[in-house]
Nanobody, 122 residues
Framework: QVQLVESGGGLVQAGGSLRLSCAASGRTFSRYHMGWFREAPGKERECVAAITRGGAGTYYANSVKGRFTISRDNFKSTVYLQMNSLKPEETAVYYC???????????????WGQGTQVTVSS
């Protein structure tokens, strides 16, 4: 079992930045590929970024490339999502998730956090 707790969400103006954190506890963090997802009202949950166990491989949705950066610190059992130049349409609940098998938008994620709200005002 892995427990995931997100933090760092909040209210930010359009064009601003936020850094989300996801702290893991339980089983060895480095066993898991990690992903960040978001879900806006009335929209499907989408994978915005993902990272491999060791951090060498990353995935970004086209809509966030060049603005978002995913990273991880396996010693701290934490994954981060740095979000720059935020847009109002990116208002959503952001979730982190862990996968033992693979990473990216089509992977099966075994564990999920409770989510953190990000609100971008215009």
């Amino acid at each position: 079992q892995v427990q995931l707790v997100e933090s760092g969400g909040g209210l930010v103006q359009a064009g601003g930045s936020l850094r989300l954190s996801c702290a893991a506890s339980g089983r060895t963090f480095s066993r898991y590929h990690m992903g960040w997802f978001r879900e806006a009202p009335g929209k499907e949950r989408e994978c915005v970024a993902a990272i491999t166990r060791g951090g060498a491989g990353t995935y970004y949705a086209n809509s966030v490339k060049g603005r978002f950066t995913i990273s991880r610190d396996n010693f701290k059992s934490t994954v981060y999502l740095q979000m720059n130049s935020l847009k109002p349409e990116e208002t959503a609940v952001y979730y982190c998730a862990a996968s033992e098998s693979s990473y990216g938008p089509t992977a099966v994620y075994d564990y999920w956090g409770q989510g953190t709200q990000v609100t971008v005002s215009s």
